[in-house]
Nanobody, 111 residues
Framework: VQLQASGGGLVQPGGSLTLSCVAS????????MRWLRQPPGEPLEWVSA????????FYTNSVKGRFTMTRDNAKNRLYLQMDRLKPEDTAVYHC?????RGRGTQVTVSS
C-alpha cells in the first residue's frame, strides 16, 4: 500500500487549499478512504471519510460545511477541498486506508 498526499502550504485564514492523494498497491475503487490530520503537539485525528464509490462522505464536526472530500477512481486519487480555513486547521494531513497512511502534507493557516 502506497499513499502520498500533496498540495499543502501556507494560507491565510479564510483561504482555500485542495489536497490530493495518489494511491497504489491495492484495489482503490473498492476501498473506503479517510483523511487524517495531526496538529502540532497533538494526536492524530480523523477528518473525513468517503465510500468506495464516492457517493457518501462523512466529516468531523469541526470541518463540516468547509471541507469536501471526493475521489477519482479512474485515477486512483483522493481529494480534500478545504475552504474558509482557520488557524486551528493547521496540521500535517494524511490520506489513509484502514491502518495504512502515507507521508503527509503540511497545511499552515496563519496571517
Amino acid at each position: 500500500v502506497q499513499l502520498q498526499a500533496s498540495g499543502g502550504g501556507l494560507v491565510q485564514p479564510g483561504g482555500s487549499l485542495t489536497l490530493s492523494c495518489v494511491a497504489s498497491g491495492f484495489m482503490f475503487n473498492t476501498s473506503g478512504m479517510r483523511w487524517l490530520r495531526q496538529p502540532p503537539g497533538e494526536p492524530l485525528e480523523w477528518v473525513s471519510a468517503i465510500s468506495p464509490s464516492g457517493d457518501q462522505a462523512f466529516y468531523t464536526n469541526s470541518v463540516k460545511g468547509r471541507f469536501t472530500m471526493t475521489r477519482d477512481n479512474a485515477k486512483n486519487r483522493l481529494y480534500l477541498q478545504m475552504d474558509r480555513l482557520k488557524p486551528e486547521d493547521t496540521a500535517v494531513y494524511h490520506c489513509a486506508r484502514g491502518n495504512d497512511r502515507g507521508r503527509g502534507t503540511q497545511v499552515t493557516v496563519s496571517s
